[in-house]
């Protein structure tokens, strides 16, 4: 048989130990003087794409409006985000959030922080979609698959349309081998999802989190009642 995929398991201290980052200016920090730490799994460098786990200690940073197209998993810690309006939205430990490019908000992070993230440093097209104008905390907590039918739910879109995060719920199934149609981070919530890459099977279970490239050709295999959190970047370049 021959391989056509190459799948890999994020681990929350990458491959190794993470490698120290560049400093902040603390200058134009609020408070604080983090380390930041991390690893890359993937990048695009001209396209401004990258996923990996990053981790850094306490601080606050400006309101601004935010760099990047943004999605996150909390693996430890907790921190706030500050809207204008001062609206707060705290995001805990086990839980994801997404920031649109160009949203004007504040980061305050009171502890140590480690997160996987995806984020999408690209062109920001003039769009009508209500998940560029919030924090979206996407609900993580549904129930499993009780009805035997196969869901899907997008709770983030960006302005290009090139990448999106929902959370989809399967029953047992399996699915033959297609091209994949955009880089996509899948983090299991419950049961398990099996990805074939051509030669070998890899089996990701709850709290476990796999990456896959676009263009590989991957088989899925799943059990009834898994829950996954789905985040793409569908390179168009």
């Given amino acids: 048989m021959t391989k056509t995929a190459t799948i890999l398991r994020f681990h929350p201290d990458g491959p190794a130990d993470l490698e120290e980052w560049e400093t902040m200016n603390y200058a134009d920090l609020v408070s604080g003087e983090p380390v930041q730490r991390g690893h890359l799994y993937h990048e695009i460098a001209d396209q401004g794409y990258m996923a990996g786990v990053w981790d850094c200690t306490a601080f606050t940073d400006q309101m601004m409006p935010y760099p990047v197209d943004e999605y996150m998993f909390l693996l430890e810690g907790n921190l706030t985000m500050v809207l204008p309006n001062k609206t707060e939205i705290e995001v805990k430990e086990g839980e994801a959030f997404v920031i649109p490019k160009g949203l004007v908000c504040?980061?305050?992070?009171?502890?140590?922080?480690?997160?996987?993230?995806?984020?999408?440093?690209?062109?920001?097209?003039?769009?009508?979609?209500?998940?560029?104008?919030?924090?979206?905390?996407?609900?993580?907590t549904g129930p499993s698959n009780e009805t035997g039918l196969s869901t899907a739910r997008r709770d983030f879109l960006n302005a290009a349309g090139t990448m999106h995060v929902g959370v989809q719920t399967f029953?047992?199934?399996?699915?033959?081998?297609?091209?994949?149609?955009?880089?996509?981070?899948?983090?299991?919530?419950?049961?398990?999802?099996?990805?074939?890459?051509?030669?070998?099977?890899?089996?990701?279970?709850?709290?476990?989190?796999?990456?896959?490239h676009q263009s590989d050709i991957v088989g899925w295999t799943t059990v009834a009642g898994t829950r996954l959190v789905s985040v793409g970047y569908a390179d168009r370049g």
């Fill in 106 to 140: 504040q980061w305050r992070q009171p502890v140590y922080v480690r997160k996987f993230f995806m984020i999408l440093d690209g062109p920001v097209p003039d769009a009508e979609n209500l998940s560029l104008q919030r924090i979206t905390v996407p609900d993580l």
């Fill in 171 to 212: 029953s047992a199934m399996s699915q033959p081998a297609l091209k994949v149609t955009e880089h996509r981070l899948i983090q299991v919530l419950s049961g398990k999802l099996s990805l074939f890459d051509g030669e070998e099977t890899h089996d990701f279970v709850t709290g476990e989190t796999a990456y896959i």
